[in-house]
């Protein structure tokens, strides 16, 4: 059985496990460890965070193995940050749920839009984010790799309308 709910203080360690575990495949993949700040996170960035942003935490059989942050920002935008899934855990679900659960609950407050940056060479992500109905927006290479900013758009607003100034430099 699965679940998603939002997390609170009690559910650091696990966030942190998750984030680390999911991160360090990303990192892998990119090829570039020591640009991917969830690696450098700990309990106390996340109970940080916990004060600013919705974390939502994945459950299936009463294991937390997935999680997602979200939070709105200038131009009615929701911006997802620390998106992931345990490696063992991928391709069963969870994934596509936190997504949902998060435009769902973005879609009830009015929020426009829900953004999303991830390295746009990573196939099977940018594959992901696409059967979720985003789409890239635009790219940079202020990382030091091709990075994607990709769109969701949850009232029919079209990006041509919104304002992605703030979206754009994070």
């Known amino acids: 059985m699965t679940q998603i709910r939002s997390a609170n203080e009690s559910d650091v360690k696990d966030i942190l496990y998750i984030t680390k575990e999911a991160f360090k495949k990303y990192a892998s993949d990119l090829g570039q460890p020591e ?29 937390a193995v997935g999680t997602v942050r979200f939070e709105k920002i200038p131009g009615n935008l929701a911006y997802i940050t620390r998106f992931g899934v345990l490696p063992e855990a991928q391709k069963c679900g969870m994934g596509r749920l936190l997504i949902s659960e998060v435009c769902a609950r973005c879609a009830q407050e009015g929020i426009t839009a829900v953004a999303l940056h991830t390295c746009t060479k990573m196939f099977p992500l940018v594959r992901f984010y696409y059967g979720q109905g ?6 940079t290479q202020d990382r030091g790799y091709v990075r994607g900013l990709f769109l969701k758009e949850l009232t029919g607003q079209t990006h041509e309308t919104m304002d992605l100034n703030f979206v754009s430099k994070l």
């Open 134 to 139: 985003f789409y890239i927006h635009s790219t």
């Open 35 to 63: 640009k991917v700040m969830a690696l450098k996170e700990n309990e106390a960035t996340i109970l940080d965070e916990l004060k600013r942003k919705t974390i939502l935490l994945g459950f299936y059989d009463g294991r």
